[in-house]
């Protein structure tokens, strides 16, 4: 059942309106002096129970606050695999490409660093203390798309990594004795406005 308040407003009205009769009253009959009229208006304010501000207010029904749940916003995998749906026959594209050539790129480094030349053998020679290597083996390969290039004039760029085991042979120690050691091969690829036959391809060496 909805609870009724009563305003200060409405109190007020009532006393201004019982004054208003007492002094009717009292001019009709006899002359009241000033002091004989206060005492008056005093007794009559005795008789009345004026709330209190605090009582008032505690006669108000205030509503509490509701609590609300926002559920977890997920639309970052949504629109990721919204994009990878539209544009599936690109990315797969540009994934296949982009990984053969890295891995051409690759191999070409890892047959000059047999023949002790190359970026990947200068790079083995500053970490390592080796006479000679044995082997290498890509034991990883994870192909990323930056770029689809959906425009004529924009390039479709992508990037590969390789995790590349190498087996060498120290300079100084055992003679047949094999170590290894991975590195991360990182193939950084741009493909000019969008044209597999068009590739630049920059490859960065960090040892793990």
Known sequence: MEQKTVTPNIWIAAVVVCLVLLIGMSSINK???EDDMESMISSELAKLSIPTAEEIAAEIDVPQPVDITIPEFKSD????DLWENLYSIVIESIENNATEDAEEELED???EAYDEEGDLYEFLLSILNFEEVEDFDVEDVDVE???LGLEEDEDKVAQVVFE???????SEGPINDV???TIIVTADLVYEEGDFDDEEVSLIFALV
């Open 109 to 111: 480094l890892m047959d």
């Open 179 to 181: 170590y290894e050691k």
């Open 77 to 80: 995998n949504k629109v990721n």
């Open 145 to 147: 798309v930056l770029e």
């Open 31 to 33: 002359a009241v002096s």
């Open 164 to 170: 590349l085991n190498v087996e060498y042979y120290l």
